[in-house]
């Protein structure tokens, strides 16, 4: 029976709301209820595809993820997944944990910058293998790297092509430093990918004042004039009311939007187009989203290597840029991808384009259509090129195990042309962005998450980031959940 009331209403089970719904429920006078559209599980019961660290079942056909209709440029249609089950994206994601760089806060409110985060991503971790000012021992989340001496071999031929090609060996990506080759961060333990379902909400799901549903998709906030004071779901059953004092959203970079225009709460002229009353006109409701586009470069091996490993072990950081060679061909990572040529991944890490996400319909059960926008702008489509380019360079250099001539030779040379590029055009599915955290007009949240001009209504997921930072987003995600949680506990136990 779901219960007719709490104190506060988590909304989306992903990585961020299994941080929040736990640290929340860890004040035992606050009752916590938390809805997941997608399926569940529970500590004794996790799927073995979402525990195995070398696996994303993201693949057709996977029962967890949700699928999106997606334009990657005008003329580059496609299919976006994300995780649509208990634990969200940070339960089937390729266990990249590293920290967004220093950097990257200076886009972010001043309440955000580097220093004050630090501590936050200390908290949050026990890094196996470094310890000191930058990393903690006490945290959730295991972080852990390939020991260099049991490198899959792509990775180990990797970091030996980039560092004759004079690139800096980098010991530690979670430190401030210098860009350069390295090993990956990872939330794995044991071949387990440890994602905040696991790390944060299964341990406790069951506290008395938390309530855990899955298969419960919300599918409207309620409000009584400018105050959130509940929720709609459905869960099979029919629809029926949740009072709550407070409603957090963490329903990710697609549906926090989505559900923000389907209560009201949104740009009022795309509200008005499909059909739903203006309750608050806030126009950067889905504007101005971030992702990181990637092009892969297909290769040839000469020789067999293992085909189950992390995805991903070792990565360069250039400026602008991230390039990853993918460990096994993605048809052994995610099952039924079909891929079967190993790819090197060229990521762009500050893309210029700015995306959106667009409704088609008011109903909740339609997916929202995710129009990226890349390659629109000529820095971004020069800064991809010359990362092919750089590419097919570390490729060639790979000739131990790098077949000769098997990488196509249209992306060497002068560099691949836009067609090129538009062809080989993939996204990392990072996507930030779609209700930015600032103080500008087209903010949607303030710095402490609070939606603008709504109160008892907070939304907590990557779709706050005031951009897609320059690495993986999960960790710098991570972060902002734990830090939303504590300020909401400081609120309500101030010193
Ligand atoms: C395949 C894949 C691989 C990735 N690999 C990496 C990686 O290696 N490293 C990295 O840094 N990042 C990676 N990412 C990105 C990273 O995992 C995500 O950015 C992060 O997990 C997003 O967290 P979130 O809380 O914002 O959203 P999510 O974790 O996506 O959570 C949103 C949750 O809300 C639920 N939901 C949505 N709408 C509703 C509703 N109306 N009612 C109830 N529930 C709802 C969804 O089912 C979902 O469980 C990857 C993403 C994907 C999809």
């Not at 026990?126 to 071999?153: C, I, K, N, Q, W």
């Not at 899955?214 to 779901?233: F, H, K, N, P, Q």
């Not at 297909?298 to 072990?313: H, I």
């Not at 001009?453 to 320059?470: H, R, Y």
Request: glycine share 12%; net charge negative.
């Amino acid at each position: 029976m779901l219960p007719q009331r709490a104190d506060v209403v988590v909304v989306g089970g992903g990585s961020c709301g299994s941080v929040v719904a736990a640290r929340l429920s860890d004040d035992p006078d606050r009752s916590v209820l938390l809805l997941e559209a997608g399926p569940g599980y529970g500590p004794s019961d996790v799927p073995r595809e979402i525990r195995d660290a070398a696996t994303l079942p993201v693949g057709p056909g996977s029962d967890w993820v949700a699928a999106y209709p997606a334009r990657l440029t005008a003329n580059r249609a496609a299919i976006v997944v994300r995780g649509g089950v208990l634990g969200g994206s940070g339960a089937v994601n390729g266990a990249y944990f590293v920290r967004a760089r220093p950097d990257d806060f200076t886009r972010w409110p001043r309440s955000w910058s580097y220093d004050r985060v630090l501590p936050v991503f200390r908290e949050i971790e026990t890094d196996a293998d470094f310890s000191g000012p930058f990393h903690g021992a006490s945290g959730l989340v295991p972080v852990s790297r390939t020991p260099e001496e049991l490198l899959h071999p792509v990775s180990g031929t990797f970091v030996e092509a980039a560092s004759s090609a004079e690139w800096e060996w980098v010991d530690d990506l979670n430190a401030p430093g210098p860009d350069g080759v390295g090993r990956v961060p990872m939330n794995v333990r044991d071949g387990m990918r440890y994602g905040p379902s696991l790390a944060y909400l299964l341990p406790v799901v069951e506290r008395s004042n938390l309530t855990v549903r899955s298969d419960t998709r919300v599918v409207r906030v309620v409000l009584s004039g400018r105050r959130a004071i509940g929720v709609e779901v459905e869960d099979g059953t029919g629809t029926r009311r949740i009072a709550a004092e407070h409603v957090v959203v963490c329903a990710g970079a697609v549906c926090s939007p989505q559900l923000l225009m389907l209560s009201g709460i949104g740009p009022a002229g795309e509200l008005r187009r499909l059909g739903v009353e203006v309750r608050h006109d806030l126009p950067g409701v889905g504007s101005g989203s971030t992702d990181h586009p990637e092009v892969t470069i297909p290769y040839r091996l000469r020789r067999d290597v293992p085909l189950r490993a992390p995805l991903l072990e070792t990565v360069l950081h250039t400026s602008g840029l991230e390039l990853r060679p993918y460990t096994v061909p993605f048809g052994a990572a995610i099952p039924g991808s079909g891929v079967v040529d190993p790819v090197l991944g060229v990521v762009l890490t500050r893309p210029r384009s700015r995306g959106q996400v667009v409704l088609d319909s008011a109903k909740p059960w339609s997916p929202p259509v995710l129009d990226y926008n890349y390659l629109g702008r000529r820095e971004d489509r020069d800064t991809l090129r010359q990362g092919v380019r750089i590419a097919t360079g570390l490729l060639d250099a790979m000739h131990d195990l790098v077949e000769p001539g098997s990488v196509d030779a249209a992306a060497g040379g002068a560099g691949p042309s836009d067609a090129w590029l538009a062809a080989h055009l993939g996204t990392s599915l990072h996507l930030s962005g779609s209700c930015r955290m600032g103080d500008d007009e087209n903010a949607v949240v303030d710095d402490r998450c609070r939606v603008r001009g709504i109160e008892g209504l907070s939304v907590v997921d990557t779709s706050v980031f005031p951009e897609v930072p320059s690495r993986g987003p999960h960790a710098t995600a991570v972060m902002l959940a734990h830090r939303f949680a504590a300020s909401v506990h400081d609120d309500r136990h101030p010193e």
